[in-house]
């Protein structure tokens, strides 16, 4: 099975575009073009300003917050694959996991934040001992993408 989550990362940058072009169609019709006039509703431009840029950096730097990554995963061939990249406005580097099947020793799933930061710990045998990689967090994914990776892996899984 071959599996990304591009849907997922697409809507994040779709929706960080749109929140973009929202806030600075604001700041022109505020400050440039005098075209809202203050107060509206009964608040004042400097609170719905810094209301509306509170909200256009939560949109913006959530996906860093909670670890987003994109994730593309494959069981097909010889070797269990794991590329991922951070996303958001500070893209990280890319990086990689390749397991073979016959290595492959199980995974653990953590939770931090009330499950809102998740990730997984791959395990692979190597000399007869079980060696962990580095955590994948896998934020970004729905539940029906989890359940697709975690019975996936199910299937390979070593037990003791």
Same mark, same amino acid.
């Given at each position: 099975?071959?599996?990304?989550?591009?849907?997922?990362?697409?809507?994040?940058?779709? #929706?960080?575009?749109? &929140? *973009?072009?929202?806030?600075?169609?604001?700041?022109?019709? !505020?400050?440039?073009? $005098? /075209?809202?006039?203050?107060?509206?509703?009964?608040?004042?431009?400097?609170? &719905?300003?810094?209301?509306? *840029?509170? @909200?256009?950096?939560? %949109?913006?730097?959530?996906?860093?917050?909670? $670890?987003? =990554?994109?994730?593309?995963?494959?069981?097909?061939?010889? /070797? @269990?694959?794991? =590329?991922?990249?951070? !996303?958001?406005?500070?893209?990280? $580097?890319?990086?990689? !996991?390749? @397991?073979?099947? +016959?290595?492959? &020793?199980?995974?653990?799933?953590?939770? #931090?934040?009330?499950?809102?930061?998740?990730?997984?710990?791959?395990? =692979?045998?190597?000399?007869?001992?079980?060696?962990?990689?580095?955590?994948?967090? @896998?934020?970004?994914?729905? #539940?029906?993408? %989890? +359940?697709?990776?975690?019975?996936?892996?199910? =299937?390979? +899984?070593? $037990?003791?």
């Amino acid at each position: 099975m071959t599996f990304d989550n591009s849907k997922t990362i697409i809507k994040l940058r779709l #929706r960080l575009f749109i &929140a *973009t072009i929202c806030m600075l169609v604001y700041i022109y019709f !505020v400050y440039y073009g $005098k /075209q809202l006039r203050f107060p509206v509703l009964g608040i004042t431009e400097f609170y &719905a300003t810094l209301l509306l *840029t509170a @909200i256009y950096l939560l %949109l913006a730097f959530l996906p860093l917050v909670l $670890k987003y =990554r994109y994730i593309y995963f494959s069981d097909d061939g010889k /070797q @269990i694959i794991f =590329r991922y990249y951070s !996303v958001g406005f500070l893209s990280g $580097k890319k990086s990689s !996991v390749e @397991i073979p099947k +016959n290595e492959f &020793a199980g995974y653990s799933i953590n939770k #931090r934040f009330t499950g809102l930061i998740r990730s997984i710990i791959l395990y =692979r045998l190597m000399r007869n001992k079980k060696a962990s990689y580095p955590p994948v967090y @896998i934020s970004s994914l729905t #539940r029906s993408e %989890l +359940n697709k990776i975690t019975e996936a892996l199910d =299937r390979y +899984n070593k $037990k003791e």
